[in-house]
């Protein structure tokens, strides 16, 4: 039969409150809550470079684009301008065309191949002996002016005009002087820093 003392039970109290075990299991308990960021600081590089791309591809877009606009908007304006430039030539060569004298006939032909160009301009050379002859024998004179125009289409080397004209004519057997009124849509190109006729239709 064993006998209790003082001693033994203070000693047993000690044991269940000793702190170094309360410190052990906490020390133990805060490496385990440790251990997962550790592994952390590893990632964070990766996912700084890839931030860093997609920063650098969006910036990269964003000039892409930009500059697309830019380029587009200034073949817009190069089209605009190239439009304008072509109506105004194209209105002061229809009143040309469409004005004649009989007593100044070559003067006038000459004017009219000077503006020409390609499939016009052939045609127009082919054809004017015999309307040359035509336009004297008949003292035909003619004026023209044109009363509205309009681009249909525009680049920067070809401009596409409408126009209204109204043409005053006269003749031998028409000496009073007449108005035709007629519509002309034709086809300007830039050739050799002038714009001229290329085509030349009445729709």
Avoid at 29 to 45: G, K, L, M, T, W
Avoid at 64 to 88: K, N
Avoid at 135 to 161: E, F, M, P, Y
């Amino acid at each position: 039969m064993s006998v209790t003392t003082d001693r033994d039970l203070d000693e047993k109290a000690d044991e269940q409150n000793d702190p170094a075990d309360e410190t052990e299991d906490t020390a133990a308990e805060e490496d385990s809550s440790v251990e997962p960021e550790e592994d952390a600081p590893r990632h964070r590089p990766w996912r700084r470079r890839i931030r860093a791309g997609l920063v650098a591809v969006l910036v990269l877009a964003g000039f892409a684009t930009s500059g697309y606009l830019g380029w587009q908007l200034w073949q817009d304006h190069q089209a605009t301008r190239a439009g304008e430039q072509a109506r105004a030539a194209a209105v002061q060569y229809a009143q040309i065309l469409t004005s004649i004298d009989s007593e100044k006939v070559d003067e006038n032909f000459d004017q009219v191949l000077d503006g020409a160009t390609g499939e016009f301009k052939d045609m127009y050379s082919q054809s004017s002996m015999q309307l040359r002859q035509l336009l004297i024998d008949n003292k035909a004179s003619a004026h023209g002016v044109v009363v509205d125009s309009a681009i249909q289409s525009a680049s920067r080397d070809t401009v596409v005009v409408l126009m209204f004209v109204d043409q005053s004519v006269s003749n031998t057997a028409v000496p009073d002087p007449r108005i035709d009124r007629s519509r002309i849509k034709m086809t300007m190109q830039y050739v050799d820093g002038r714009w001229r006729a290329s085509k030349v239709e009445l729709p």
